[in-house]
């Protein structure tokens, strides 16, 4: 059975950081790209960030560009979110994703999902 299981998600001012993990289990992943979709309240799952796990090329969203930094441990099969400068719109459920190709995880195809994580930004 196929996992993907987040963790790292929390509350934190506006400025703040936060690091999400994505642990992946169930099956090989070493042809596998994973990525970070998120989910406002009352909004539909955009894409935040991708990442070839071949070669690790990243792929980013325009409105996370220059704060997120998106990196895979490929002994652990696990991906990481590193979210600084961290601004009261990135709240909202941060979900893994898993797709054979990271650019189609950017355009919202994706294989595998896990459960979600809520990350929470104050102003």
């Known amino acids: 059975q196929v996992q993907l299981v987040e963790s790292g998600g929390g509350s934190v001012q506006a400025g703040g950081s936060l690091r999400l993990a994505c642990a992946a289990s169930?099956?090989?992943?070493?042809?596998?790209?994973m990525g970070w979709f998120r989910q406002a309240p009352g909004k539909g799952r955009e894409f935040v960030a991708a990442i070839n796990w071949s070669d690790g090329t990243p792929y980013y969203a325009d409105s996370v560009k220059g704060r997120f930094t998106i990196s895979r441990d490929n002994a652990k099969i696990t991906v990481y979110l590193q979210m600084n400068s961290l601004k009261p719109e990135d709240t909202g459920v941060y979900y893994c994703?898993?797709?054979?190709?990271?650019?189609?995880?950017?355009?919202?195809?994706?294989?595998?999902w896990g459960q979600g994580t809520q990350v929470t930004v104050s102003s």
């Open positions: 994703a898993a797709h054979p190709q990271a650019y189609r995880i950017v355009v919202g195809y994706v294989v595998y």
């Open positions: 169930g099956r090989t992943f070493s042809n596998y790209a």
